[in-house]
């Protein structure tokens, strides 16, 4: 048996061990468009890629760099290839923290062209946390018991076909990309 998972456009990624040229935007949109938030336990579908989009938004509202609105469209893509892992049983694996965060940070040189920076990865969790609010709220009708986050921009929660979701995905991805001349 292989230590490769088959992507959707066919490649061969070894997770543990990834070659970045395997890695590939069209596998991250795809795959991201069908993985459901909260491991499945929502009231209706919303997936990562969505969440995503949102935080990618939410990051240019914010008057955040490109670069930072990528970082916050990719901040997930490893799922694609090692799946979601729920936050509370996520903090007791720290073999697969250590593997997300390595597949992440090749994900992020592939894109991004370097990691980033410490105050980059506080944005980003700032404003992951901020959506994350959001979706506990709004799609488990889970009462917070922080203060609401404020957010610029609109969060919506209708059901989108994957097509949709993946569509948006990678035109939000060669949109920033182009802008920040990567």
């Not at 670069?67 to 936050?87: G, N």
């Not at 506080?122 to 917070?144: G, R, S, V």
């Amino acid at each position: 048996m292989s230590d490769c998972i088959t992507t959707y456009t066919g490649r061969h990624i070894d997770p543990v061990n990834p070659d970045p040229d395997m890695i590939c935007i069209e596998d991250i949109a795809h795959a991201l468009s069908l993985i459901c938030r909260g491991n499945g336990h929502v009231q209706t579908f919303f997936s990562v890629g969505q969440h995503c989009i949102n935080c990618a938004r939410e990051a240019l509202a914010r008057g955040c760099s490109d670069r930072m609105a990528l970082a916050c469209l990719l901040h997930d893509a490893s799922e694609c290839y090692l799946s979601d892992v729920p936050r509370p049983f996520k903090k007791t694996l720290a073999g697969y923290k250590r593997q997300e965060e390595s597949l992440l940070n090749l994900i992020y040189e592939k894109y991004l062209g370097n990691l980033l920076t410490q105050e980059e990865k506080k944005q980003l969790k700032e404003i992951d946390d901020d959506m994350l609010w959001f979706d506990l709220t709004y799609l488990l009708n889970e009462t917070q018991t922080t203060k609401k986050p404020l957010v610029h921009i609109s969060i919506d929660y209708k059901v989108h076909p994957f097509e949709y979701t993946e569509k948006e995905y990678l035109e939000l991805f060669h949109f920033l990309t182009q802008k920040a001349g990567r």
